[in-house]
């Protein structure tokens, strides 16, 4: 529950003969995480490995033809099948339905395609004839008048003015017929003789005559309508077509999916063959199942091979094990904070899981800043509408998070004795924070000394189990640190309950500057607990320097790190003062407490609820992440991807 | 930021390089060191040296753009943009002559992910229809589908080249022209002396290189600059005597008209003067009242051309036969002692 979950490592020596069906057992259970073992042994003569990358990339191949095929016609891939498949699938039983299915879609899209540039050259047309609708006069008589050179077209409103100057020399005509922001249909025309001067002009200005079709005969109102009825009669193709379509996703859907999760558990089976090592006659597997599910897989593999050799190591949490997955499993309720947990980084095998933690925790603080009885529920029911999909359904896993933190906020709410921003409502149970601001920052900073300190612990319990002395011992935030710490206040409480103090201050002073000490050189005694050598990297005199610096900076760390609690109180504070606030504008707006005063309680309370609760979760974050979570979490642990087709259970 | 430029001892220590090994490891051991490091030793050719340098100024137009005053991010944004254009004009180029990515990426400039131009998908689309429907959402779009109509009949990018730098300009001086004060006049007078170069050695060229009649050139050029107007470009494009015209222009420009006796051979000489002329205009911004948006518009100018005096250095030091004309190609290192 506070670790990983205890992972076993195996290696499997494979028969050849076996290979597929100790592969199937593999893939099928959900349970081995493979890792690479591309040895190959140079004895090796079976079948080269080359062969299962081909057959590999061919199953991809059709597996994305297959995809392609399906968003064409809008087809999802569906659930994996309920039934595990028997034997990998041969590609060529698959291909030529893969081929015809296609054939038939591409014929549509093609069409479709092609129908739809129709319309959209149709369209274009249209936007230039549209200007010439008032013209009595056949089209073909401006296109190609006998005694002008003419050109109607479109072309780039800024070239317009350097068209006309270019042609200073000779006589013409421009007519601008429409102008949008960039570009203008017009009309160039002027004597025959000048046709060659007008023709260079109008092509260096990027005049582009109208392309109208020969067939396009009559004046421009007659083409316009002949245009319309074309791009009707186009889009009355394109609803047959899409009709067509519809009728294959129908006849086919049901057909695609199901071939679509055949070759992919077959590309699956082949891309874990390709990760083997290969051996004379037989073949390497090495690979990580988690240690509760070993026994029923060892026992699926010697029902699949007899012959199969079967080596499994339990992997301790002490040491460094980089390489081993991390699998987390937590219930449904705590879910959403293990995703808090994983943004921030996974727990490496060894590594405190913070997620129960995290789940007491966050929306502890959170409810802290914010508690209101009204504002949390609704904050709780907006939760759990994310939580179940009825809203938001792309962040349902935040809805967990929402819903509990407005549940928290709801408690304090009792607690602080506010329900929509009425502080004298309902009783406080236990302190009212406007009215006792010195009180509630001094309870926000103790709590945030027993956080850190607990941070501190977690960290000293990583680095004992990591058998990590050196950091155990020195670490700023090892035991040196939390030594350093705590004399720090005691300091400060000597100083506040001088003779109620129960430790004489010269002792404090005395651990003070031990523990101060220790974390000064802290680096120093790690390198020599870890046996590297030179203990002291560059000059004696910059180290000492350096290290004074360090000590200066940690010192800082944990005033500020103590002082950023402040805030859980500050935004308690704060919720009362704002809410003061808008009271004070509905007083405003509605002397007399008619309708306008609760519209505006109802509109600053919605501002609360979405303003103040943001910013309060990203104060939550903050704390947890930076204040809590840099003691004692390093993170930087594998993910857990066992072999299946079904999307795993975690997160 | 003036201070991290080279100055002219600096030049004169890389002019003395013996060869490209011995100027790239001086390099190593300047402002560019870190550039040329992340490309391996083997790796390091004149081309991809040249590469690596320019993601200085990638690195000073991001970090100025973020240091900026919030109003001054978008005109420096927009000035950025230009290697964005030159970029996408490249890769046109690129694809119009078939060539494979592996030989363009490293002439581009190294925008990294501030760029909104696919540059390795659209080369390997192979055609230039298919890479232009891929800036959809760009603002390039708009532009060049006015153009592709031209590409399509005439299979040349030539006309997607021109809208490209055209709508570039335009829009860069509309921003300008929104400025006021001192911030204004110190725009107009770099981004002017850009505009006067580019349009009069369009002008010229289009004129003598291409034969074009005198609307194309007028089309194909733009009405406003900071000493050039327009005037001046319907001259040139009408057929005026182009020495008088730029003498007109320029009258303090020494030997304008021996120098475009022969258009063909003066014309890059002309082009390095003009070039001189901006960089005194930009290190004249540092005078003076600092209080102005024009100071890093200058010092990025100035970046700009040291790396392309940089890049030609680096092609000179390369050649097997070291060409010492090479030295009236650069702008910032040119009073290098010869």
């Not at chain 1, 094990?321 to 943004?343: E, G, W």
């Not at chain 1, 819903?403 to 607690?415: D, Q, R």
């Not at chain 2, 590409?151 to 022209?177: C, G, H, M, Q, T």
């Not at chain 2, 092609?315 to 009236?328: G, N, P, T, V, Y």
Request: glycine residues 6%.
């Amino acid at each position: 529950m506070f670790y990983p979950q205890e992972m076993t490592e195996i290696e499997l020596i494979v028969p050849t003969k076996d290979l597929l069906s100790v592969t199937k057992v593999l893939s099928r259970r959900g349970v081995f995480y493979q890792a690479d073992s591309y040895y190959s042994s140079p004895e090796a003569k079976t079948t080269s490995p080359n062969v299962w990358q081909e057959r590999t990339a061919a199953y991809a191949a059709l597996e994305r033809r297959i995809l392609n095929i399906m968003q064409s016609l809008g087809v999802d891939e569906g659930n994996p099948p309920s039934h595990e498949f028997e034997t990998m699938v041969e590609i060529e039983t698959i291909r030529p339905a893969v081929d015809e299915i296609e054939h038939e879609v591409k014929n549509i899209s093609d069409r479709l395609a092609a129908e739809n540039k129709k319309i959209e050259q149709m369209q274009n047309l249209l936007t230039q004839l549209e200007p010439l609708a008032g013209i009595e006069l056949e089209i073909n008589a401006i296109r190609n008048p006998h005694y002008l050179y003419s050109v109607l077209g479109t072309m780039p409103v800024s070239n317009i003015d350097r068209l006309q100057t270019s042609l200073s020399r000779i006589p013409f005509v421009f007519t601008p017929l429409r102008t949008d922001h960039s570009t203008a249909v017009v009309w160039l025309a002027g004597l025959k003789s000048h046709d060659e001067i007008l023709e260079r002009a109008a092509r260096s200005a990027y005049l582009n005559p109208i392309n109208l079709p020969e067939s396009y005969e009559g004046t421009p109102a007659e083409i316009i309508r002949r245009l319309n009825q074309n791009i009707e009669d186009a889009r009355r193709s394109i609803e047959a077509l899409k009709v067509d379509m519809s009728q294959l996703r129908t006849r086919h859907d049901k057909k695609l999916q199901s071939m679509l999760w055949e070759v992919r558990s077959s590309r699956m089976v082949t891309d874990a063959i390709v990760r083997y090592g290969r051996l004379k006659y037989t073949y390497l597997v090495v690979g990580w199942v988690v240690s509760s599910a070993l026994a029923d897989l060892e026992q699926r593999i010697r029902e699949a091979s007899k012959e199969t050799i079967i080596e499994t190591h339990p992997v301790h949490r002490g040491g460094q094990n980089r390489n081993v997955p991390i699998a987390l499993r937590h219930s449904k309720l705590l879910r959403p904070f293990q995703m808090l947990v994983t943004t921030y980084g996974r727990p490496s095998y060894g590594e405190l899981d913070p997620t129960i933690l995290m789940a007491v925790m966050f929306p502890l603080l959170y409810g802290a800043m914010f508690g209101d009885v009204g504002q949390g529920l609704v904050l709780a029911l907006l939760g759990w509408l994310i939580a179940t999909k009825r809203i938001l359904g792309g962040m349902a896993s935040l809805g967990g998070v929402i819903m509990a933190c407005g549940l928290s906020a709801t408690i304090f709410g009792f607690l602080y004795g506010s329900i929509f921003g009425f502080e004298h409502v309902i009783p406080a149970l236990w302190i009212i924070p406007v009215e006792n601001i010195l009180t509630i920052l001094g309870i926000a900073i103790g709590a945030g000394v027993i956080l850190l300190s607990l941070g501190f612990i977690l960290g000293i319990i990583n680095a004992w189990k990591a058998r990590d002395w050196g950091r155990l011992l020195f670490d700023h935030y090892g035991i040196a640190g939390l030594v350093f710490y705590w004399s720090l206040i005691g300091l400060v409480a000597s100083v506040v309950l001088r003779d109620q103090m129960p430790v004489p201050q010269p002792v404090i002073v005395a651990l003070a500057a031990i523990s101060g000490l220790a974390v000064m050189f802290s680096e120093f005694f790690i390198r020599l607990v870890e046996g590297h050598r030179p203990v002291i990297e560059g000059s004696l005199g910059v180290y000492i320097i350096q290290a004074f610096f360090e000590l200066f900076e940690t010192f800082i760390s944990f005033l500020s790190n103590s002082l950023s609690y402040v805030r859980v109180g500050a935004f308690a504070v704060a919720h009362g003062g704002l809410s003061s606030a808008i009271f004070l504008l509905a007083e405003l707006a509605s002397p007399d407490r008619g309708v306008g005063y609760w519209i505006v309680i109802l509109i600053g309370n919605i501002f609360i609820i979405g303003f103040e609760g943001l910013i309060v979760g990203i104060q939550t974050m903050r704390l947890s992440y930076y204040e809590f979570f840099g003691k004692f979490f390093r993170g930087g642990g594998m993910r857990y991807e066992p072999l299946t087709i079904r999307p795993t259970a975690e997160e | 930021m003036y201070s991290t430029l080279f100055t002219q001892q600096q030049w004169d220590a890389l002019y003395e390089a013996a060869d490209y090994n011995s100027l790239i490891t001086q390099l190593k051991h300047s402002e560019y060191g870190p550039y040329l490091d992340k490309a391996k030793e083997k790796d390091l050719t004149p081309r991809r040296a040249a590469y690596q340098i320019r993601e200085r100024l990638t690195d000073a137009y991001t970090s100025i753009i973020r240091m900026a005053p919030e109003s001054a991010r978008p005109l420096l944004t927009h000035r950025y943009r230009n290697f964005e254009v030159d970029n996408l004009k490249a890769v046109l180029r690129g694809i119009a002559a078939g060539v494979s990515w592996d030989r363009v990426r490293f002439i581009l400039f190294p925008l990294g992910s501030e760029t909104v131009l696919p540059a390795q998908e659209m080369m390997e689309s192979g055609n230039v229809a298919a890479a232009v429907e891929m800036l959809r959402a760009t603002p390039y779009y708009e532009t060049l589908s006015y153009a592709m109509t031209r590409y399509s009949a005439e299979k040349n990018i030539f006309p997607l080249e021109v809208a490209l730098d055209l709508n570039y300009w335009r829009e860069l001086w509309k921003d300008v022209n929104h400025l006021s004060g001192e911030d204004r006049k110190q725009w107009l007078r770099i981004v002017g002396g850009l505009i006067d170069m580019n349009n009069l050695m369009w002008a010229i060229r289009y004129r003598v290189y291409h034969n074009l009649s005198e609307e194309e050139v007028v089309n194909y050029t733009l009405p406003f600059g900071y000493k050039v107007g327009d005037k001046d470009i319907r001259a040139i494009a009408a057929g005026s005597d182009i020495p008088q015209v730029v003498k007109r222009i320029y009258p303090d420009l020494p030997d304008v008209e021996s120098l475009l006796q022969e258009p063909r051979k003066g014309l890059p000489a002309l082009e390095m003067l003009l070039k001189r002329r901006i960089m005194q205009q930009c290190q004249a911004a540092f005078l003076g009242n600092p209080f102005h948006i024009g100071l890093p518009l200058a010092f990025l100018q100035l970046l700009e051309f040291e790396i392309q005096d940089l890049t030609v250095l680096i092609e000179a030091k390369s050649a097997i036969d070291l060409d010492e004309d090479f030295r009236a190609y650069l702008v910032m290192g040119q009073m290098a002692k010869a």
